[in-house]
């Protein structure tokens, strides 16, 4: 379930431009999801857009272009499940964002004007109606449990409930994928 929300300068992107990266963004969020081209998977890429008036973005004490090259400011916050990319899939979503918004922008090279800031949201901490979803269901909603993606997350999660019970943390603590929360319960349950 990633999303992206994308700050920009007031006046950079027109409706034509700001479609353009909305489309990319989309195709970059369902190459997150491990190329989930699902109903699914499309139902859980959404993108956000806010326009930053130039009195209200301020960078290095300046609203102006002086610390800023390319097509104008952009700041992308990137909200995915913990668990769900290692550093390469990291990296991957830096560039592939660079390549949509210079791609929307007609930029070459949006070095200077892009932040992105990747947020990993901890396991039990998405909701959907009410109610929280796991990594896992998200997994089966986007057609992708069973792939390499998952089986790396629960890599992930299966060394950090070992560290838990190492370090004592108790059992109902948040954070952790719901088929191995009986395992959690056990092993802080019997200390030995």
Known sequence: MPIMDVRYAAGTLDAAAKADLAARLTDVLIKMEGGANTPGGRAFAWVFFTAFAADDWWIGGHTDGTYVTGPGKFLVNVFIPEGYMNVTHKNEVHAWVAEAIAGATGCTDPAGSLL????EVTEGNWGDGGQPISLESIARTVGQDG?????????????????????????????????LRPRLLAATADPA
């Open 116 to 119: 992105t800031v990747i947020n």
């Open 147 to 179: 792939g390499p993606r998952p089986l790396w997350s629960r890599a992930y999660f299966e060394a950090k409930a070992r560290s838990m019970v190492a370090a004592g943390y108790p059992a109902d603590t948040g954070g952790m994928l719901p088929s």
